[in-house]
Antibody
Framework: EVQLVQSGAEVKKPGESLQISCKSS????????IGWVRQLPGKGLEWMGI????????RYSPSFQGQVTISADRSNGTAYLQWGSLKASDTAMYYC???????????????WGQGTMVTVSS | EIVIMTQSPATLSVSPGERATLSCRAS??????LAWYQQKPGQAPRLLIY???FRATGVPPRFSGSGSGTDFTLTIDSLQSEDFAVYYC??????????FGQGTKLEIK
């Protein structure tokens, strides 16, 4: 069974750094991509970016380029989302998700993590 | 170039047992590289439809998708209580970035 298990909720102060994770299991993850999706409180879904677990090729939405860093550890099938300096406006639920198809980012997100709530408040 | 996805209406009020029709329009042609998701409060999104018209595993046949190019439709026949939720379309044409629509809230009339 394919599973994406995300790290737990975080409460941080503005200016702090943070890395959240998304660990894959139940499939041979080396040739898949994993994406990140933001959902601001009470708002819709925003596609942030996606990374290849094969070679760490990463594509960002222009809205998030330079604001976050997506990385991955192919050896354990884990993707990461990182902030260098959090802002209150980063308060949101963050989901990781995996396309169904192997070897391409260009597919629907079939599998989803449970979400990680990040709260940034002074 | 970023593809803009526009969903309509923002809110749709329908009675249980009736049909709901949700629309999604893209700013450029997607062929059929479009997905529909359902999200209920406190839950992660769930994939319903991929490649515009193919139901994901376990999705009831009352859900159907249609369209190609720039105009797409999600139809839900004989609405059940569990179908009242927010629905998003997403394009995944070509290379990233991919984009979601702003969502349609389907509420009980």
């Amino acid at each position: 069974e394919v599973q994406l298990v995300q790290s737990g909720a975080e409460v941080k102060k503005p200016g702090e750094s943070l890395q959240i994770s998304c660990k894959s299991s139940g499939y041979s993850f080396a040739n898949y991509w994993i994406g990140w999706v933001r959902q601001l409180p009470g708002k819709g879904l925003e596609w942030m970016g996606i990374i290849s677990l094969a070679d760490s090729d990463t594509r960002y939405s222009p809205s998030f380029q330079g604001q976050v860093t997506i990385s991955a550890d192919r050896s354990n099938g884990t993707a990461y989302l990182q902030w260098g300096s959090l802002k209150a406006s980063d308060t949101a639920m963050y989901y990781c998700a995996r396309p169904y198809a192997v070897g391409t980012p260009g597919d629907a997100f079939y599998f989803w993590g449970q979400g990680t709530m990040v709260t940034v408040s002074s | 170039e970023i593809v803009i996805m526009t969903q309509s209406p923002a809110t749709l009020s329908v009675s249980p047992g009736e049909r709901a029709t949700l629309s999604c329009r893209a700013s450029q042609s997607l062929s059929t590289n479009l997905a529909w998701y359902q999200q209920k409060p406190g839950q992660a999104p769930r994939l319903l439809i991929y490649f515009a018209s193919f139901r994901a595993t376990g999705v009831p046949p009352r859900f159907s998708g249609s369209g190609s190019g720039t105009d797409f439709t999600l139809t839900i026949d004989s609405l059940q209580s569990e179908d009242f939720a927010v629905y998003y379309c997403q394009q995944y044409n070509g290379w990233p970035p991919y984009t979601f629509g702003q969502g349609t809230k389907l509420e009980i009339k």
